[in-house]
Each structure stands twice: as structure tokens, then as C-alpha cells.
């Protein structure tokens, strides 16, 4: 069993970063691809970005460039570093873990799931 748990969200101004964080306990993730999905009121879950173990990283196109995500593999942590933020990036922020390896992670094969944190940013 594997407990997420995100930190980090909260109100931005458009142009501004935001460091989100998530943290894993119960087992090592070795064997995981590590996530991040966002959710919009009234608008499906959608695949932001994830990283691997070896430290391969996907994201999808409505934000690379713009956020970069990392792990720190020693402690079971992972980050989503957010820059140049715009309004359509407000949403609720999930992490994400899986066991089954795929350019752009799926929610429907997510294995844990953290509980999200909100990230609102403003005009």
C-alpha cells in the first residue's frame, strides 16, 4: 500500500511559479511511474506530467515548457515545479502513482491516488 500526500498549491498571479509537492509512504516506488493529473470544475481528470524511476519525464503539451517535474528517489518524494502559471491552469492537482509505464499516464491504470491540493491562479 502506498499513501500520497500533495502540498504546496494555493493562489498565484498569472506569470508566477508554484512548487507543488507529494510525498510516499508504505513502499518503495522503485518500481513506479510517479504523476501528476489535474481536474477543472465541470472538466475530466487530465494527464499533466510523470517521471519514472530512471528519471524519464513526460508532459503533456498544454504545459511543457512551463512546469518541470523530479523526483528525489532516496526519500520517496516528488515535485512539480510550475512556472509562468496561467488562468487555465487552475484546477485541483493530483499525484499520482502507477505501475504501468506509458508515455502519458492514464487515470483509469492510476494505482494510488493522493487526496489533491488546489492551485488558483488569477489574471
Known amino acids: 500500500q502506498v499513501h500520497l500526500e500533495e502540498s504546496g498549491g494555493g493562489l498565484a498571479q498569472a506569470g508566477d511559479s508554484l512548487r507543488l509537492s507529494c510525498v510516499a509512504s508504505?513502499?518503495?516506488?522503485?518500481?513506479?511511474?510517479m504523476g501528476w493529473f489535474r481536474q477543472a470544475p465541470g472538466k475530466e481528470r487530465e494527464f499533466v506530467s510523470s517521471i519514472r524511476w530512471s528519471g524519464l519525464t513526460y508532459y503533456a503539451e498544454s504545459v511543457r515548457g512551463r512546469f518541470v517535474i523530479f523526483r528525489d528517489n532516496a526519500n520517496n518524494n516528488f515535485y512539480l515545479q510550475m512556472h509562468s502559471l496561467k488562468p487555465e491552469d487552475t484546477a485541483t492537482y493530483y499525484c499520482?502513482?502507477?505501475?504501468?509505464?506509458?508515455?502519458?499516464?492514464?487515470?483509469?491504470?492510476?494505482?494510488?491516488w493522493g487526496q489533491g491540493t488546489q492551485v488558483t491562479v488569477s489574471s
Open positions: 508504505g513502499r518503495s516506488l522503485v518500481d513506479f511511474a
Open positions: 499520482a502513482a502507477t505501475r504501468t509505464l506509458r508515455t502519458e499516464m492514464r487515470s483509469s491504470e492510476v494505482d494510488y
